[in-house]
Nanobody
Framework: QVQLVESGGGLVQVGGSLRLSCAATGRIVSINTMGWYRQAPGKERELVAALTNGGSPTYADSVKGRFTISRDNAKNTVYLQMNSLKPEDTAVYYC??????????????????WGQGTQVTVSS
């Protein structure tokens, strides 16, 4: 199977920065899209940023100019650099990998996977 392991969340003051990382592990052949979603208390999960293999990044309007998504395909890892953080950025951030081509024994599968979530808290 495939697992997504996130790191980098924590508590930061307004205007500060954090960098989230998410590494996909398993017998992975390729990953089409990697991205980050977030869910604040009482709200629905929303897309923060996503990056398709060989494509341009997509950002939520609320984070444009402050967040940057990048990926290292050799490491099956996606990063989210978050600058100028605001209290409204407080949420659990989830890593997502879509269009994952992976192997179990000799069999080939395609799937979508989620990380366990990492808390980001921005204090004012």
């Amino acid at each position: 199977q495939v697992q997504l392991v996130e790191s980098g969340g924590g508590l930061v003051q307004v205007g500060g920065s954090l960098r989230l990382s998410c590494a996909a592990t398993g017998r992975i052949v390729s990953i089409n899209t990697m991205g980050w979603y977030r869910q604040a208390p009482g709200k629905e999960r929303e897309l923060v940023a996503a990056l398709t293999n060989g494509g341009s990044p997509t950002y939520a309007d609320s984070v444009k100019g402050r967040f940057t998504i990048s990926r290292d395909n050799a490491k099956n890892t996606v990063y989210l650099q978050m600058n100028s953080l605001k209290p409204e950025d407080t949420a659990v951030y989830y890593c997502n990998a879509g269009g994952v081509h992976y192997l179990i024994i000799q069999y080939s599968y395609m799937g979508e996977f989620w990380g366990q979530g990492t808390q980001v808290t921005v204090s004012s």
